[in-house]
């Protein structure tokens, strides 16, 4: 059975720092691209950040360049999502992907709250 098993989102003052996790099985997570999208309450899927299958290559959305930093251990089976400096804007349940030709996979997500 493939999962992604996301944790890690918790509620954080501004300023403040989250490492996510994204921990999957029944797949082989090497061969996989991974992604981290957002879903802020009332608002649509935002895409945040990608990774290559072996951790390579990075990219970043805007808003969270310079702040987040995305990673991977293929030994583990798992990613990571590091959140520093975090904004209220930044709220939002985050959702880890996998995907390679063609197939998709979603985690159900771990809520972030950034708030005073």
């Known amino acids: 059975e493939v999962q992604l098993v996301e944790s890690g989102g918790d509620l954080v003052q501004p300023g403040g720092s989250l490492r996510l996790s994204c921990a999957a099985s029944g797949f082989t997570f090497s061969s996989y691209a991974m992604s981290w999208v957002r879903q802020a309450p009332g608002k649509g899927l935002q895409w945040v950040s990608g990774?290559?299958?072996?951790?390579?290559?990075?990219s970043y959305a805007d808003s969270v360049k310079g702040r987040f930093t995305i990673s991977r251990d293929n030994a583990k089976n798992t990613m990571y999502l590091q959140m520093n400096n975090l904004k209220p804007e930044d709220t939002a349940v985050y959702y880890c992907?996998?995907?390679?030709?063609?197939?998709?996979?979603w985690g159900q997500g771990t809520q972030v709250t950034v708030s005073s």
């Open positions: 990774i290559g299958s072996s951790g390579g290559s990075t």
């Open positions: 992907g996998g995907y390679n030709l063609g197939t998709t996979y």
